[in-house]
């Protein structure tokens, strides 16, 4: 909160600051002022919450100071100090509101009983300023909602459009303005979009609708149409990062939800235009169409032969979708978590090159962050990548050998995994299977074992959202303990330091 002294008398400015605490009242700035004058020139920048002022001052009396500071802040509480208790400053005090009017000298309860009240009564009026927000922001929530939908109630609409002071018969047009999916201020720019438009002499009402998503219902007159370009020039240039989505204009209210729902078609071309910021309704967008059946049939069909076939039919797939732009991006994430998560279970060691996806899990959340078909694109290729390069390592290997390389990177993660449990599932003795591994391999399974995984531990170590204890039972550990001396033991450090270390670079 903050306070601004206004005296003339030096001694009474720095008795007060000096015998106040001020942080009792929660008073954490304050200016001072040695005559009315500069007293309102600092209020029109300083804008204090509490005025406590001195009735005779040169240049500007107390009175005319603060008749001009409760035109320019009303919501500030005036407190008068005084060496005269004459009947038209009381009066006047009477008048201004005051709370409280306090003869010098100055008795330093009276001003802190005076701050007591002035303070209690700035959060009262702030709790009902915020409640009637509240109760503002619900009556905008359920207009907006019943303007999109194409059987609202027209009494309801009618009597929250009322209250809203929101036209039932201009032309309108909704407007979607996204956000990067990293922003999470959005929300807070509805007010400040909204007086943008409303500067225009356009009526608007807007909600969030996701964390980084704000939609907006404009209603305009005809005479004021040819001013809607500049305003979405306006908002790109004021929100570098966003991007806007147009509908189609609506003439009267009942038709505002084909506009809302044009305007939701036009913001989902943003996946496939990443670089477009601008979006406003075509024929293409308005075509209805889902995802064919066929698509992951034919992608299974693709799958065993290779890296290779799977590349040249996924550089086919983006081609096709990045033209028909109209799938919705849902379908398109559904989509591609279906075709890499069967890429993941074909090649189970691609996760290897990829460590913040070490679990279908986590590949459904990587894939659902990303913000256009491009970036999509570019970690699929990755992948496809991954798996191209272990396929050439590999097939220098024989049969035999990649089989229990891809059972290890499968099944590493058992507690109880072993060279005669590996020996058992490709109908070996463990004796053969060690000396057949070894031979290839140049190290005993076991040893490739305990290698891998301390490699997969370490990969998990490099980020930070998971526990030690955690991350050793991800690795096949019996605990916590164990997996921490196992990785002193081939480290030199434990897997704390191990961390720490990472965390230096």
């Known amino acids: 909160m903050k306070i601004l002294i206004a005296d003339d008398e030096d001694y009474t400015r720095e008795g007060l600051l000096e015998e106040i605490d001020w942080e009792e009242f929660g008073i954490d700035e304050i200016m001072q002022a040695v005559n009315g004058e500069e007293a309102l020139k600092i209020v ?27 035109r320019l802040i009303p919501r500030s509480k005036l407190i008068f100090i005084s060496g005269y208790m004459e009947t038209e400053y009381l009066k006047s005090a ?18 802190k009983k005076a701050l007591s009240r002035a303070t209690e009564q700035i959060a009262r009026e702030q709790k009902t300023r915020e409640a009637d927000r509240n109760t503002w922001e619900l009556r905008q929530q359920r207009l907006f909602e019943l303007l999109t939908h194409r059987d609202a109630d027209a009494r309801m609409v009618e009597g929250l459009a009322g209250e809203a002071g929101f036209p039932l018969n201009s032309e309108y047009v909704c407007m979607v303005v996204q956000f990067p999916r990293s922003c999470k201020t959005a929300g807070q720019e509805l007010d400040r979009l909204l007086d943008m438009i409303r500067r225009t002499e356009a009526e608007a009402i807007g909600v969030r609708q996701e964390e980084s998503c704000l939609e907006v219902i404009l209603a305009y007159s005809g005479k004021i149409r040819y001013r809607l370009e500049p305003l979405y020039g306006r908002i790109l240039d004021s929100w570098p990062e966003c991007k806007i989505a147009v509908g189609i204009q609506a003439e009267g209210y009942r038709n505002i939800y084909n506009s809302c729902k044009t305007s939701r078609a036009a913001m989902n071309c943003a996946f496939y235009q990443p670089e477009k910021r601008l979006f406003e309704i075509d024929e293409i967008i308005l075509q209805k169409k889902f995802m064919e059946p066929g698509i992951y049939g034919s992608f299974l069909r693709v799958l065993p032969e290779g890296p290779r076939k799977m590349s040249e039919w996924f550089q086919s797939l983006f081609g096709d979708l990045s033209v028909r732009r109209y799938y919705q991006k849902e379908q398109v994430y559904t989509l591609m978590i279906s075709l890499l998560t069967a890429i993941f279970r074909q090649y189970p060691e691609s996760y290897d090159c990829l460590p913040e996806t070490e679990g279908e899990e986590q590949l459904q959340q990587t894939i659902l962050e990303m913000d256009s078909l491009k970036e999509i694109q570019a970690f699929t290729e990755k992948i496809l990548g991954c798996v191209q390069e272990r396929e050439e390592v590999l097939s220098g290997y ?43 391999m140049k190290v005993t399974l076991k040893q490739y074992l305990s290698n891998y995984r301390l490699e997969k531990a370490k990969k998990l170590l490099e980020q930070d959202y998971l526990k030690v204890t955690e991350i050793a039972e991800k690795c096949g550990y019996t605990n916590g303990n164990y ?10 450090m434990t897997p704390v330091e191990y961390r720490e270390r990472c965390e230096k670079r």
């Open 44 to 70: 029109r920048w300083f804008r204090p919450d509490i005025v406590l002022s001195d009735i005779r001052m040169p240049k500007m009396d107390g009175i005319a100071f603060a008749e001009e500071m409760l």
């Open 94 to 111: 009477i008048r201004l509101s005051v709370i409280d009017y306090i003869e010098k000298p100055i008795d330093v309860t009276q001003v």
């Open 398 to 440: 024989g049969r035999v050998i990649r089989g229990v390389l891809d059972y290890v990177a499968v099944h590493y993660g058992e507690e109880g995994l072993s060279t005669a449990q590996i020996a058992e599932h490709f109908h070996f003795s463990p004796a053969y299977m060690n000396v057949l591994f070894k031979q290839e």
């Open 483 to 492: 997996f921490s001396k196992v990785f002193r033991e081939a480290t030199g």
